[in-house]
């Protein structure tokens, strides 16, 4: 990674806006990083210069880096400065997969099959597959990578029926990629979303530190007959990963 200082050029702010000054700071620093104006391991300007470029206070300034920081796009380093990491992937929370959004955000998906087979199915995986508990299913678990950084640890459990694959094909495709070219097109879904600490084994395989916040995702989904297509139990860092949701009022 580069530690080339890198000026960030002027931003438009609406000072007559409700809307924080340091918001307004932190969120147009995330735009440009996540456009690639601002690269990964490039160094932000110190407080004072950023402040003076921007026509914000010093504090405005400090509270807008702190809020990048928080959100793992901004690393402070002692000697060096603030610097830039990856951002994290922020998912919009639709019925796509993990690898179809990454490639749609050009994230450079990459995907180590850990297992593949068939197993009984477990009383959870039944109920949610809608099949009889010691049902055979494929059991399917994946590393998942983007722009070469582990991401996400995912278990997925397919009707034997429903999908034949390999490790090559789900190397190389998506799993609901590879569901809508067997002719099973996943239409609706249900999904829980929630947070634990990471396990020694799973912190090891996602390069985390043991008991780092991860995110877990539980999602069935059926096609339009209502026949359930798969049953997916999915971890993702939490300083890498955040799912987005857009609200309206109704």
Known sequence: MTSDLTPVRPVHLDRSSPVPLY???ATRLQELIEKGEIGVGARIENEVDLAERLGVSRPTTRRAIQYLVERGMLVRKRGVGTQVVHPKVRRPVELSSLYDDLVAGDRE??????DLRA???SDATAAALSIEPGTSVTWIERLRFAGGEPLALMHNAIPLDILSVTE???????LYEL???A??????ATQVIGAR???AAEARTLDEKRGASLLTMVRTAWDTSGRALEYGSHLYRASRYSF???LSAG
């Open 119 to 121: 197993i009984p199915a």
């Open 197 to 199: 600490s990471a396990t």
């Open 244 to 246: 987005e949701l857009n």
């Open 109 to 114: 998906p990459r995907t180590d099959v850990l």
């Open 183 to 188: 002719g099973h097109v996943p239409r609706i």
């Open 179 to 181: 569901l809508r070219m």
């Open 23 to 25: 918001y307004q700071v």
């Open 168 to 174: 090559a094909d789900l190397a190389s495709h998506g």
